[in-house]
């Protein structure tokens, strides 16, 4: 069981990392302690594969795609963490300050306070974490070949775009796997602004349309929004 700190707690502590410069750890029970060295274990082996792909430290989107996945799979598969668990962010604030306040550190280069506790979409391990959920394709290896040419931008347009009501989420693993095969069979249209748009089109429509609903249901939904987009400037190069 991951423990918890409240944003008031986090601010306390936050506040003693800022008179010294730095991040410090606190004691750990044995458990926490063997959690903490598990997530040291993801981050090691995430830049490893970096390296292994000739790949810098800095490629960030790639070092958080790899660190995802294994801390989704180790949370999620192995010990069971929930859409209503990851929905707090005492959780989280635990994870950032409490387990892995230094990778944190390491990951955004000094003490970036929305990264480990004060914004609630903002929140690496969070975002990290709803990031692989709202993309995931069943597996590890599948969900990496669907999310491997993207970039930070994309990460931010999904995360941070809820919609009214809350994440969608089999809507968006249909959404992410649209978007991820057109960069093998439509690279031209596999962009940042794309993403953008695509998610801003849905945003609007989903306010309207109930997806699962419509004739082909969420797979015809999703192929129609991109298409909208290739329409749009087909007409345009027509004119």
Do not use: C
């Not at 005492?90 to 955004?108: A, C, G, T």
Request: aromatic share 12%; net charge neutral; no cysteine.
């Amino acid at each position: 069981m991951i423990g918890r700190i409240t944003r008031k707690e986090a601010e306390e502590l936050f506040a003693t990392w800022q008179e010294t410069g730095k991040v410090s750890l606190g004691k750990l029970s044995e458990y926490s302690q063997s959690q903490r060295e598990h997530l040291l274990g993801i981050e090691e082996r995430a830049i490893k594969q970096l390296a292994s792909q000739g790949e810098q430290k800095g490629n960030y989107y790639k070092f958080d795609l790899f660190f995802s996945l294994e801390l989704y799979k180790y949370l999620t598969i192995e010990n069971r963490v929930t859409e209503r668990e990851a929905s707090d962010d005492d959780f989280w604030r635990y994870i950032s300050m409490k387990l892995i306040p230094d990778i944190v550190e390491r990951r955004w280069d000094g003490l970036k306070a929305p990264r480990f506790y004060q914004e609630s979409r903002r929140i690496w391990v969070k975002v990290l974490w709803w990031y692989i959920h709202l993309s995931w394709q069943g597996s590890v290896d599948d969900t990496y070949e669907i999310l491997k040419h993207n970039t930070t931008d994309t990460v931010v347009q999904l995360v941070e775009r809820p919609g009214t009501g809350g994440y969608r989420v089999s809507l968006s693993r249909e959404l992410m796997r649209h978007f991820g095969r057109l960069a093998e069979e439509d690279p031209d249209n596999h962009t940042t602004e794309m993403f953008r748009k695509v998610m801003r089109l849905n945003t609007a429509r989903t306010k309207v349309i109930e997806p699962a609903l419509t004739i082909g249901g969420e797979t015809e939904y999703v192929k129609e929004l991109f298409e909208y987009f290739n329409e749009t400037y087909r007409a345009i190069q027509r004119t």
